[in-house]
């Protein structure tokens, strides 16, 4: 469906990518993970060639270099926060409708999949991020591509948001949509990727399943722990003691764990006959500033 | 290759756009009220409105048409691409199944078509009044200085146009735009009278210098299109029409075509080959 052979874009002397050989099979769901500056967004701007890179690239067997109003015409694309113009919800699907070529009856129908047609009224610049994002996805979709891209899709979203939107691109990959998405957030990659490809610094450092990605980059994620205020600091000395590190946190305690080591904290409190309130799974990027004991 | 839908989808969205710009709104009603003013200016010595002419009209209107045309048509070209690129309006919708030259013609279309219809509200309205009160024997030169209007609209839009492109920020583009706009309607006329008299330029060369200017292209044509000759000019005016004799109308709007097709081209070219509408340093 994609294949990227010795994909390399430079700004002047700057190598924004370098070298980036890849596939994409019909159906997958790709993640491009990697930190600000990596190149996911220049990898997903090369696919919707809208500038200009050497190597070759193409999508659904269109030679993105050559044809790239054909390759995007192939692609739905949602970015990390669609610019949209100040027109009403329904006139906005209207308008890129006609851009996609798409029948007219599929403005109104791509609504209704995104849930947005009751605010079909609307003025855009009255909708929340949540719901603009939805917005993006009825444009992405409303000519029915074979691909879809999305560049960071919930970074802006709030986690109610953000699980609505994961779940519905999961369907529509389920459905046989090839969904490419670049994501520095480990728990979107493992609940929408079937596969991960790394970036750093414009270069790919390697391919692994969504699970395998913590260990193979050595990342941690938090346990966050509710426990009662009159445990609170016999539980600090329990987890300090047992190798942990901490970070108390108004009335909870974040606790760093390995991607296949989370349950370790609660045994040792168990263990210690530390009564757990509550407890969440937190990613190292939506961590609060504040000092770890370790 | 070009599709005349997509230019046509985005010319109708900029067309909208238009008609809901205040601004635009405000000029629109600024130029059409000034030009039912000019045409109903009673006569001196009259008790009662009198209707003038339409080559008088004309001639009042030319002077409307020279300050306010061209900053119209320059602001609005140059806050247009340079607006988009700073929202990320564009980089949304190159994201699209369209094309950079689609795109810019499209938002051209429809501009000039919001332009044109202003230009035709102020001169048409002026017209009625006219035609209500007096005969139609002079409407032909009216009608030509309208077609000369609508020239030097289109031609200070594609200026705005290639400035929107060229600058990295609205506020860039539109200072732009208003200093090209005093450049050519002051420093144009003053400076080329100034040179005149201090290096003592010939005749010729102060007409070739100042037809360079396309407000100067539109002042001498639409002179030329209620009056038949270049009298008023001076002795410009004279040489003029003694070299150029029957052809030199037809040459001004050639030369008016090309202040339109030129700058316009150019834009095409610069934007097709521009990625800085998607590259944020923040972003890459």
Redesign the interface.
Known sequence: MITAKNLTKR?GKVA?LSDVTFTIEAGEAVALWGA??A?K??TL?CL?G???FEGALSVNGIDVQRH???A??AIG?V?Q???????RVDETAQ??A????AAPHRAAEVLEQVQLSEHASKRVSMLSGGMKQRLALAVALL?DPPVLVLDEPTANLDVKAQRDFIRTIQDLNHAGKTVVFSSHRLDEVIALGTRVLVLSEGKLLLECRPNELASKLGLHRWLRLWIPHEHKDNSLRVLGQNGFTTMPNGTSIYVQVNADGKIAPLRSLQQASIPIEDFELVDGDLMPQGDSHA | MLEFANIRAIARKELRDALHNRWFLVFTIAFAGLALTLSTLTQPGGSTFRAMSYSRTAASLINLVLLFVPLIGLTLGAANIAGDRETGALAYLLAQPVNRAEILLGKYAGMAGALLATLTLGFGAAGVVLALQRSVQDAGGYLLTVGLAYLLALSMLSLGFLMSILARKTATALGGALFLWLLLVFIGDLGIMGTTVSMRLPIETVFLVSVLNPLQMFKIASILSVQANLEVLGPAGLYATSQFGGLLLPLLIAGLVAWVAVPLAFAVRMFGRQERFVVKASAR
């Not at chain 1, 926060?81 to 027109?87: C, H, P, R």
Request: hydrophobic fraction near 35%.
């Open positions: 700004y924004a600000n500056g190149g967004t220049t701007r919707l809208v500038q200009g790239s109003k054909a995007r015409a694309y970015p926060e669609a610019a949209f113009y100040d027109m308008f890129y006609r851009l996609k070529k000519a």
